[in-house]
């Protein structure tokens, strides 16, 4: 759904705070005159949420020099804030909250996805406009229709993200043949591992029989070129990406999905987000720095190195694996930076194609996937975590999950360490006595309570069951405990709306209707500090961010209402009039319902440069790929 925005900034006269004034002093005197008079600020709102226990309201803060300074009643922060302060009233009408934290989305992903013509399973604000939901086959025919008659540039090829099998139907070569004979058409599958061809387009990319022939056998069996198909191996072979890739990921694209991302993390109150294990490529930071690393990129955005692909370089080397590490340290540059000492590992196989290892297996009777072979798996944990890293698992399912297990309680058996915060990621299916072990040794949790409305409903009929699919994304296990718990949007693989996410938690509600597993409902308190305190906290930076709490970055999110004074059903739908970063007040700007999000001019990038990031970007889709994230057969 999009965010109706209000009408932005209102002008407000700087009005003198004379709060709690007392006779100057020749030192007050002498102090006043040592900085602006606009260096101090005392905002006030109709309230503000701080997410700090010991004072969780307050009626006014006042901010200098990108800091919170005080935080109280009215009169409390006027007599921090000194005489020379300026009252702002910008916020009067609002309720304002700590700066969101998004503590896990895939930049380069989200940027290539939005820029095709998104057809998908839940509501999308592409690049090219408001896509709504289809989450039927009848529907998603008629939508691919619909887009393909609007392709009016016929010597360009058609790409479409977001078609998934399990909701859409079946995908071939002689359906996209029959719906478009003379244009190239690219079906990219919503968990990007696969991909459908027309005719137009397997001519247009010159992948013929001979081609096919040329690949591994692994990569052969993976492939069916009379459907038009590629998936895992036999679409990420060197010799499909390369042909392929080039109309999914080149440069512009790159760069105008990644300004369509600044605009789109900030109408959605986001003031820090991180990515995760993302890649490896030099040039790719360097694309990402020149569009998000400047001063007025309404957000800061961290990263954390993808522990396997520091494996790849020199397999079974733990020198190796740590020196690879700490290179990527010093990539980020102002607005971006990497976070240091923290890595991101991967156990078995995304969600949303149902290749996580479960215990009991599938309905249908198909098999999960490793993304990491146990073996090297637990010899990156052991090598990390006796550096004293902080690791980051990449985990779906509960067999998955038990890999992960072993891994951790032989580390703690071995070195046990303290304050360690070993990070369970996506929190897909679990069984209650494994949470409990998790929290007790110390782990904490960033689940995708997405993961509830988009798969529940379908995934108790087809793979999963109603029992088990009732009971994912087990909050209520996590609560029980008393553990640490996060929320992550994962995007593209859910949208980076924090307080969409809230609103899953809260109500468990499916894209169907009915709410799945009650029980592990949580608390509007609880799923607000896991977009702001706790998100922060998982990832080493709630001395920084998360609360509005005096010397922290201030950081705001500024809500239209308040997220205690609507129904909880209402909670996704609650606007965001803008930001405040490091105390810069950033409101969003207007957008017309259903309207495409605008894209800032610049950045561009020619010649050699271009050649290089194209590579590497090809070659990050063909990494993305090997991560099991597909459908398989």
Not at 58 to 68: P, S
Not at 155 to 174: I, L, N
Not at 374 to 381: N, S, V
Not at 554 to 578: F, T
């Amino acid at each position: 759904m999009v965010t109706k925005i209000r009408l932005a900034l209102m002008l407000v006269a700087a009005l003198p705070a004379v709060v709690g004034a007392q006779t100057a002093s020749l030192q007050d005197l002498a102090g006043s005159l040592a900085r602006q008079p606009d260096d101090t600020v005392i905002y006030t709102a109709r309230e503000f949420i701080t997410m700090d226990p010991s004072k969780p309201r307050a009626e006014a803060i006042a901010v200098r020099d990108g800091k919170f300074l005080a935080v109280g009643t009215r009169a409390e922060v006027g007599a921090a804030a000194g005489k020379d302060a300026r009252l702002d009233k910008t916020f009067n009408d609002k309720v304002v909250i700590a700066g969101f934290v998004e503590q896990h989305v895939h930049p380069i992903l989200a940027a290539l996805t939005m820029n095709t013509k998104v057809i998908s399973i839940e509501d999308w604000d592409a690049i090219d406009g408001f896509s709504p939901a289809v989450r039927d086959e009848k529907g998603y025919q008629e939508r691919l229709k619909q887009a393909l008659a609007g392709h009016t540039d016929k010597t360009k090829p058609f790409v479409t993200w977001g078609y998934h099998h399990y909701f859409h139907g079946e995908m071939s070569r002689d359906m996209l043949n029959k719906l478009a004979p003379d244009v190239p058409v690219i079906v990219w599958h919503r968990s990007a591992h696969e991909l459908f061809l027309n005719d137009a387009a397997l001519k247009l990319t010159g992948i013929d029989e001979a081609v096919v022939k040329s690949l591994p056998k692994s990569a052969q069996e993976q492939l069916s070129l009379a459907k038009g198909h590629f998936f895992e191996q036999g679409a990420m072979a060197p010799a499909i990406m390369s042909r392929v890739g080039k109309y999914l990921a080149s440069p512009e694209q790159f760069r105008k999905g990644l300004e369509f991302s600044k605009t789109y993390y900030h109408r959605n109150g986001i003031t820090l987000a991180c990515e995760p294990g993302g890649f490896l490529s030099k040039p790719m930071q360097d694309a990402i720095n020149a569009v998000y690393s400047d001063d007025a990129t309404p957000f800061n955005h961290c990263f954390i190195g993808d522990g396997k692909s520091f494996l790849a370089i020199k397999p079974g080397d733990a020198a190796s694996l740590l020196a690879e590490t700490k290179k990527v340290e010093g990539w980020g540059k102002g607005r971006t930076f990497y976070l240091p000492n923290q890595v991101k590992l991967f156990s078995d196989g995304a969600i949303y194609s149902q290749l996580m290892q479960m215990k009991d297996g599938y309905t249908d009777g198909h098999h999960g996937a490793w993304i990491t072979d146990p073996p090297a798996f637990d010899f990156m944990f052991q090598t990390y975590w006796d550096a004293g890293y902080q690791i980051h698992v990449h985990n779906n399912g509960d067999a998955g999950l038990d890999m992960v297990l072993a891994s951790f309680e032989k580390a703690m058996a071995r070195k046990p360490r303290t304050d360690h915060r070993t990070v369970l990621v996506h929190f897909g299916f679990s069984q209650p006595e494994q949470v409990a072990k998790w929290v007790k040794l110390g782990g904490i949790v960033s689940s995708n309570p997405y993961y509830v409305t988009a798969l529940a409903g379908r995934y108790a009929k087809l793979g999963i069951g109603p029992e088990r699919s009732a009971n994912i994304a087990a909050h209520g296990d996590v609560l029980k405990g008393n553990g640490s718990l996060s929320f992550h949007s994962d995007m593209p693989m859910a949208p980076a709306k924090p307080m969409q996410l809230v609103w899953a938690a809260v109500t468990r509600t499916t894209a169907e209707g009915p709410v799945a597993g009650p029980q592990h409902k949580v608390p509007l308190d609880v799923a607000l500090k896991a977009v702001t305190i706790d998100a922060a906290y998982s990832i080493q930076q709630e001395k920084r961010v998360g609360s509005i709490e005096v010397g922290k970055d201030a950081n705001l999110s500024i809500l239209e209402q308040s997220p205690y004074a609507v129904a909880p059903e209402k909670l996704k739908d609650i606007a965001v009039w803008g930001t405040m970063l490091e105390g810069r007040v950033q409101p969003v700007p207007v957008q017309t319902t259903g309207a495409a999000v605008s894209v800032p001019r610049g950045h561009t990038v020619d010649g050699d440069a271009a050649v290089a990031l194209q590579r590497d970007v090809v070659a990050q889709l063909t990494q993305v790929l090997g991560h099991h994230h597909g459908a398989g057969q």
